[in-house]
């Protein structure tokens, strides 16, 4: 962790109007005693209250993060996990990013490609987003067809869009209730998917280990 956090970075493109390289100070910071740094997915889902406790932090542990955090490699990795570990918010978490993710073995610095191979797993496993894609992929297109049901340069069908698919007319011309919403197979799939990653989350006490 220490190799992570006591590298001054600086990012150039904070104050030049060009994108640039961040570069690196020669001198290093020591390890401040005060609290414990926590990494992991910059893909994060965060409520209201903590986001009030980022914004106003009554204790202060936010900004100080912030201040240090501005000066860090990949913060997105890390401050959000930090302020919410180091606060009474640590045991409201759960360690998961909702994302299907195929990893080489041994994993590298970036994850696989998706395709079509992976559209099975994806949709048996729940989980609401993927990554990474490359442009055009026949893959979304599957996903569009199959799980979305969404037409051709059409919206996804539902209470907003009703009319009949018809080559002549407009269906979303016509839309029904769309304070309703009834869940398909697959929203019945991310249900599970989500009792079981918080039943594991309280039979857990990990959620916050470094």
């Known amino acids: 962790m220490e190799r992570r956090v006591q590298p001054v970075i600086v990012d150039a493109g904070i104050y030049l109007a060009g994108r640039n ?9 020591a390890t401040p005693d005060g609290f414990k740094f926590f990494t992991g997915s910059p893909w994060v889902i965060l409520n209201r209250r903590f986001i009030e406790y980022c914004i106003f932090g009554w204790e202060n542990l936010p900004r ?3 201040m240090y955090f501005t000066n860090v490699m990949l913060p997105l990795e890390g401050y959000f996990h930090s302020v919410a570990c180091n ?5 409201f978490t759960v360690n998961n990013d909702l994302r299907y ?3 080489d073995d041994p994993p590298q610095m970036e994850p696989r490609f998706l395709n079509i191979t992976h559209y099975e797993e994806i949709v048996e496993s729940g989980v609401p987003f993927a990554r990474k894609f490359r442009e055009k992929e026949y893959l979304l297109d ?12 059409r919206p996804v069908p539902g209470a907003w869009c ?6 002549f007319s407009d269906p979303c011309s016509q839309w029904s209730n769309v304070n309703i919403v009834r869940p398909g197979p697959q929203a019945e799939k991310f249900r599970r998917y989500m009792d079981r990653i918080l039943e594991e989350s309280k039979s857990s006490n990990s959620s916050c280990a470094q």
């Open 64 to 66: 100080t993060l912030l």
């Open 87 to 91: 606060s009474d918010f640590r045991n």
């Open 162 to 167: 009703t009319g009949r698919k018809r080559w």
């Open 142 to 153: 599957r996903i569009d067809e199959k799980i979305l049901q969404r037409w051709r340069h």
């Open 101 to 103: 993710v195929a990893w």
């Open 21 to 29: 390289q961040f570069f690196q100070s020669t001198e290093k910071r």
